[in-house]
């Protein structure tokens, strides 16, 4: 499967981005997703990750309540919403797929991954 990751940029603290990967290739609704990110002198992190179905996200405690993981199995593409973006959120951020119902949360159980898109909260 190919993933194309967009919608990064540059917001200030406390603003908003939207996220998305689309997907191509196979059957998008067997994927499970995750989205991770990797900031400058740092090993990747997970960031979220969602069911093949939607049914069930997994949040890193650094983004819950915060962030918000969407998946539309009908355009093949899954979303991370950002909002109260903090400095600490700066990273080129990863979508990842992997043939599962579930959500893995571990980078080495996924098998595809996006270009990434960097994402700069700066003032």
């Known amino acids: 499967v190919q993933l194309q990751a967009s919608g990064g940029g540059l917001v200030q603290p406390g603003g908003s981005l939207r996220l998305s990967c689309a997907a191509s290739g196979r059957t998008f609704s067997n994927y499970g997703m995750g989205w991770f990110r990797q900031a400058p002198g740092k090993e990747r992190e997970i960031v979220g990750a969602?069911?093949?179905?939607?049914?069930?996200?997994y949040y890193a405690d650094s983004v819950k309540g915060r962030f918000t993981i969407s998946r539309d199995n009908a355009k093949s593409t899954v979303y991370l919403q950002m909002n109260s973006l903090k400095l600490e959120d700066t990273a080129v951020y990863y979508c990842a797929a992997r043939f599962t119902r579930a959500q893995p949360i571990w980078s080495r159980e996924y098998d595809y991954w996006g270009q990434g898109t960097q994402v700069t909260v700066s003032s």
């Open positions: 969602i069911s093949s179905t939607g049914g069930t996200a």
